[in-house]
């Protein structure tokens, strides 16, 4: 049930961390460049972590599925890729908000937003294919294919602003060579709760998609079985 004791301690660890997050993210000085528009960073940067963290779910579960064929792993993989692809469009929506008093413009074709955005068709067609296969054991096989090879893109989309360098700024935090974090120390602790933060969050929504995924696959599962004890009525009669 939505309602046992393990998800109702994570919801409230992610109301709590949520709150604490707006609150530093409210109080932290105004940039002497972008004014309030450094705000905007505490929401896109955790969403794009958030995104990552979700699509190499996706992968993860997968790939746990292909090895054990325990249906609780496709059902996580669903949930992670449908978080992912939410906090994906979250991330464009917060990214293009800062285009445009940045840049002059909402959007341009530049490698780091072209591959989130071709991250959407990824992850959308993962999902779409879901919707297309019937059979639920070969759905998860296949889909666990898709949620491998999709997670190649973390790596790209991250490395995208190294490789190709556009408009785009590089790495809010530098993991390779030298780890560094590009951005003034005092915005460092707000990125840094916001993050654990939307952690929890992702742990909290995987666990609640997770139970309806199982209710869902219990309705499928019985109307499965009602179409073929009717087939099985209408052949006797």
Known sequence: MLKDRLTTLLGAATLLSLLVAIALGLSAPLDVNQGSLVRVMFLHVPSAWMSYLAYVGTGVFGLLYLLKRDRRWDRLAMASAEIGVLFTIV???????????????????????????????????????????????????????????????????????????????????RLLGKPSFEAAPIYGWVLLVATVAFTILYVYLLRVRGILAVREEAREERELLGDLNLKGETIRG
Do not use: C, F
């Open 91 to 173: 991330v464009l929506i917060g990214g293009m908000l800062w285009a445009k008093p940045t840049w002059g413009v909402y959007w341009t074709w530049d490698a780091r937003l072209t591959t989130t955005a071709l991250s959407l068709v990824v992850y959308g067609g993962y999902l779409l294919i879901r919707n297309l296969i019937d059979d639920p054991d070969r759905r998860a096989r296949v889909s666990a294919v898709v949620g491998l090879v999709g997670t190649l893109y973390v790596p790209i989309n991250y490395m995208a602003v190294e490789w190709w360098r556009g408009v785009h700024q590089t790495q809010t935090l």
